[in-house]
């Protein structure tokens, strides 16, 4: 089944809202940095890990133990989102133990679950 591609029958441009939401859109910069952001969404284990940490802060080997994979991976993938400023640490001893970096990370996460959800 063919779809329709909508086209404007009129070629003319309104100056005026184009005027606005040029004013209005972040740089480009701005722009890719967001995307970037929205790609480390894009695994389900980063997923998983958020999770995990939406109920408490834990070590990789309880993040390990908990998803049933390797310490290597989770580490690997705490990186990714440490990276991404998603996720934080700090030392208690010789542990590393990883929280949600903020409450956004959380808004982000409810959000695209109750969009899906609809």
């Known amino acids: 089944m063919e779809q329709a591609v909508e086209r404007c029958q009129e070629q003319h441009v309104h100056e005026e809202v184009i005027n606005i939401v040029t004013a209005d859109m972040p740089e ?11 790609k480390v969404f894009g695994d389900t284990t980063r997923i998983k890990i958020l999770y995990v940490l939406f109920e408490s802060d834990m070590c990789v080997c309880d993040i390990a133990q908990l998803l049933n994979m390797g310490q290597s991976a989770i580490s690997h993938q705490l990186r990714v989102l440490k990276q991404a400023q998603l996720v934080r640490f700090r030392r208690e001893g010789k542990q590393v133990i ?14 695209g679950m109750e969009h899906i959800m609809e």
Do not use: C, K
């Open 28 to 38: 480009d910069e701005i722009l890719y940095d967001l995307a970037e952001l929205y």
């Open 98 to 111: 990883y929280s949600l970096a903020d409450d956004h990370v959380r808004t982000i996460i409810n959000n």
